[in-house]
């Protein structure tokens, strides 16, 4: 158990949805990161939250947002879904810049 | 744009072989971490590199970070069944974009 918590673990939607996925980082972490991973494909980092404030963007789309707040847990929301948003996404913390990662066990996003 | 990839994509070994997955970033990297991500699983933090020609050794397994902090590379000596998974090198580059590998799925037969 990395001490990261993710929820929902599943969910199924429909194309043209909006969802949102929540993520609490380990106790003290202040850094956390979004990752997508598609079917037997790599991790492709999608943005990072330091302390509150963002940090770096990665292949995130414009239908898709997120944040972090002062509690320190983040939520990563998905609108407009489509069929290609199916995949697993990783919320990840670290203590903070450059550190190490610990990786939550993921939800997987199934729209149908 | 940045990439970070690795080789081979796939790797199949007889149990007691060994193994290595070669990372080679576009970019300079601040550090590089490999994770270990087992089938249905999360990645897992194995370990991290810093410096310039660093070499790290965790019971079988031998971590090296390039000269130019470009490449990287894990090797497994006498593999076995527990190793299998897929791992994958990452790291920021000095931007503070964080990359991850394209992994390298290793499949051990016993």
């Known amino acids: 158990d990395s001490g990261v918590t993710q929820t929902p673990k599943h969910l199924i939607t429909a194309t043209g949805q909006r969802v949102t996925l929540r993520c609490s980082p380990r106790?003290?972490?202040?850094?956390v990161y979004w990752y997508q991973q598609s079917l037997d494909q790599g991790l492709q980092f999608l943005i990072q939250?330091?302390?509150?404030?963002?940090?770096a963007k990665g292949n995130i789309l414009e239908r898709f947002s997120a944040q972090q707040f002062p509690d320190l847990h983040s939520e990563l929301n998905l609108s407009s879904l489509e069929l290609g948003d199916s995949a697993l996404y990783f919320c990840?913390?670290?203590?903070?810049?450059?550190?190490?990662?610990?990786f939550g066990p993921g939800t997987r996003l199934t729209v149908t | 744009g940045q990439q970070v990839m690795q080789i081979p994509q796939y790797q199949h070994v007889q149990e007691g072989e060994d193994f290595t997955t070669y990372c080679n970033s576009s970019?300079?990297?601040?550090?590089i971490q490999w994770y270990k991500q087992r089938p249905g699983g999360h990645p897992v933090f194995l370990i991290q590199?810093?410096?310039?020609?660093e070499v790290k050794k965790q019971k079988r397994l031998t971590f090296q970070f390039g000269e130019a902090k470009k490449n990287s590379s894990l090797h497994i000596t006498a593999t076995q069944t527990t190793d299998v998974g897929t791992y994958f090198c990452a790291g920021p580059d000095t931007g503070n974009q964080f990359y991850f590998g394209t992994g390298t799925s290793l499949t051990v037969i016993p």
């Open positions: 939250y330091y302390n509150g404030e963002e940090r």
């Open positions: 590199l810093v410096k310039s020609g």
């Open positions: 106790s003290g972490d202040l850094s």
């Open positions: 970019t300079t990297l601040s550090n």
């Open positions: 990840a913390s670290s203590p903070g810049l450059y550190y190490e990662q610990y």
